[in-house]
Each structure stands twice: as structure tokens, then as C-alpha cells.
């Protein structure tokens, strides 16, 4: 197993980085909020979880052991493969993962694009007992389901950044979704970044 990659960070794409390791480039699966704190050029060290497949090998990054470990302890429930369990991580700290299932907060897992109401309550039966204690903020009485990032515009902004673009672009990008984000919201949900960060580089795109 490849517990972690370390070194230059040698190319960003929206859901990949390729870390320079020993003269090899290592593609690293990340969600939006690791791809974010990570800049070309610069030093970078990513906890990681090797999913084998018959055909495919994916390296999955994290910013952080606690998160790796909780992304492998997701799969262990039935259902739940490598890109779910990233989009749970994508959405929501590990903390308020084991919170939600440690309080049964159902409305914690639907947020999750790809989990509906009857998919949360498995999740939240089969999970139990699983997750452990929360280790961070949310030991001490935090809310409950608190996202990664305090702000869905700040957490897409950086990411765009990240990979290249202009504060500019990145601004005019994230007013260009902000639509779709504020339509999630309205409805009781999060906004989904991993999905508003394509539709932002698709209109990226379009400009150039």
C-alpha cells in the first residue's frame, strides 16, 4: 500500500494532482478542497489510499491521515465505493461524518449528491459503532454536518486558482454558477463543489 506521496506538486486538473515522486509523476485523485490548498511548483504531501481494480489502479489523495482513514472505513458499509465515499469526505469533515452517524442525522448523508433518504438510513445502520469519536471541532460541541469549507464560493475560488487562473477568471467564474449553487441551497441542500467546479471551467472554457 502507498500510504503517502510527497514532493513537487507537477500538474493540477479538476479532480487530479500529479505529485513529482522520484522523478515519477504520480496522478493523485483529490476532492475539490485538497486540489485547492495545493499550488504547481510547490511542495506537497498527500495521505493516500491505493483502490484496486481488475482493470485500474486509482491512488486516492487526502489532506490528512484522519481523512484517508475515514474514506477506507466508508467503503466498509455496502454500497459505498472509492468515488462515493470521496464525495462524502468532498462535502462533509470527518468529524461531521462521525457526528451524523453517530447521532443518526440523515439529513447530514443526504446532502451528499448520490445518497438518497433510503441510502442514508443503511448507511447511517451499517456505520454505526464504525467512524469512532470525533477527534476535532466537533468534539467540543461544534455544529453538527459543518462542510469542509465555511463557504462554497471560497472553497471553488481557490480551486480555480489553484489550477491556474486568474483571481479575475475565478471571480467571474464562481458569479457564472452561483445560480446552480444558490438553487441547491434553496432546496435544503449544499452546494454540490465538485460538480459547480466543472460547470465553472466549462464556462472557462467558453470564454477563451
Not at 504547481?40 to 484522519?66: H, K, N
Not at 438518497?116 to 445502520?125: D, E, I, M, R, T
Not at 453538527?144 to 467571474?172: F, K, M, N
Amino acid at each position: 500500500m502507498i500510504a503517502f506521496v510527497s514532493g513537487p506538486v507537477a500538474a493540477l486538473a479538476p479532480t487530479t494532482a500529479v505529485i513529482e515522486v522520484g522523478g515519477i509523476g504520480m496522478a493523485v485523485q483529490c476532492a475539490p478542497g485538497t486540489l485547492a490548498a495545493l499550488r504547481i511548483g510547490q511542495q506537497a504531501r498527500l495521505a493516500t489510499s491505493l483502490v484496486v481494480r481488475e482493470d485500474s489502479l486509482t491512488l486516492y489523495g487526502f489532506a490528512d491521515d484522519d481523512e484517508r482513514q475515514i474514506f477506507e472505513l466508508l467503503q466498509t458499509a455496502s454500497g459505498v465505493g472509492p468515488r462515493l465515499a470521496q464525495a462524502m469526505l468532498a462535502t462533509h469533515s470527518p468529524d461531521a461524518l462521525r457526528v451524523a452517524v453517530a447521532t443518526g442525522d440523515e439529513k447530514t448523508l443526504t446532502a451528499v449528491s448520490g445518497i438518497g433518504k433510503k441510502g442514508a438510513q443503511k448507511l447511517l445502520l451499517e456505520l454505526k459503532d464504525r467512524l469512532g469519536e470525533p477527534v476535532g471541532a466537533h468534539a467540543a460541541g461544534q455544529g453538527i454536518g459543518a462542510p469542509v469549507s465555511a463557504s462554497w464560493r471560497d472553497q471553488l475560488q481557490a480551486a480555480l486558482i489553484g489550477l491556474g487562473y486568474a483571481t479575475r477568471e475565478a471571480d467571474e467564474a464562481v458569479a457564472a454558477v452561483a445560480p446552480q449553487a444558490e438553487e441547491a441551497l434553496a432546496a435544503g441542500g449544499r452546494a454540490p463543489v465538485p460538480q459547480l467546479l466543472r460547470a465553472a471551467l466549462q464556462t472557462l472554457n467558453r470564454a477563451r
